[in-house]
């Protein structure tokens, strides 16, 4: 029952936009027996059919700026080979570390500047 709430969590965090895995992968690290590669491959893996359904989603409500979407993909395409070939080599525990440092950054930047506004 724990594995259902934290996948329905998960996957409403997903479909607006934050992304799932923070929540997912600690909590699947956390309750289960998996690994980080584990536990990232499971994220990977149950982020296809979210993703999916939010960006047809979002599309349909006209949400998405078309003309930053071939550069995004091209590099973020780049960006998840290599960091695909990283984490395969790197140890469980130095992969879990660093998703820990990750998230602990976001956390700060989300809390002192997300909200605030940018002057150009």
Known sequence: MLLIIIGLFSGVISGM????G???IPA???FTDLTQHHAQSVNLLSFIP???TALFTHFKNKNIETTLCLPL?????IGALTGS???VNLPSDLLKKLFGIFLLIMGIYEFFWKGKSRTK
């Open 28 to 30: 699947m690290i956390i």
């Open 17 to 20: 936009g934050i992304g799932g």
């Open 73 to 77: 993909i091209v590099f973020g395409i």
């Open 50 to 52: 979210i993703a999916i």
């Open 22 to 24: 923070t929540i997912l």
């Open 85 to 87: 070939l990283l984490a």
